[in-house]
Nanobody, 116 residues
Framework: QVQLVESGGGSVQPGGSLRLSCAAS????????MSWHRQAPGKERELVGS????????NYVDSVKGRFTISRGNAKNTVYLQMSNLKPEDTAVYYC?????????WGQGTQVTVSS
């Protein structure tokens, strides 16, 4: 059974940091490209960034460049999203996604709220 389970969300003040984790099981994690997406209330889901299967290549949306970092541990079947200097506009449900050759798996999401 394929599972992607996000954790690490919560409430934080502007300027704070959070690290999200996404634990994968039920498929060969190390050959999948992993990505993080987010969906704010009333808005469409958007890509935050992605990481190649080896971890050697990452890409980010402009709004998070320099603040967010995606990494992965293939031995632990886990992908991470380190978020720093958080802003209120980063408030959203964050989802991880696994993609390979047209096959896609999604996690259930974790809420991140940035507010003073």
């Amino acid at each position: 059974q394929v599972q992607l389970v996000e954790s690490g969300g919560g409430s934080v003040q502007p300027g704070g940091s959070l690290r999200l984790s996404c634990a994968a099981s039920g498929f060969t994690f190390s050959v999948y490209t992993m990505s993080w997406h987010r969906q704010a209330p009333g808005k469409e889901r958007e890509l935050v960034g992605s990481i190649s299967s080896s971890g050697g290549s990452t890409n980010y949306v402009d709004s998070v460049k320099g603040r967010f970092t995606i990494s992965r541990g293939n031995a632990k079947n886990t992908v991470y999203l380190q978020m720093s200097n958080l802003k209120p506009e980063d408030t959203a449900v964050y989802y991880c996604k696994a993609t390979r050759m047209g096959v896609t798996y999604w996690g259930q999401g974790t809420q991140v709220t940035v507010s003073s």
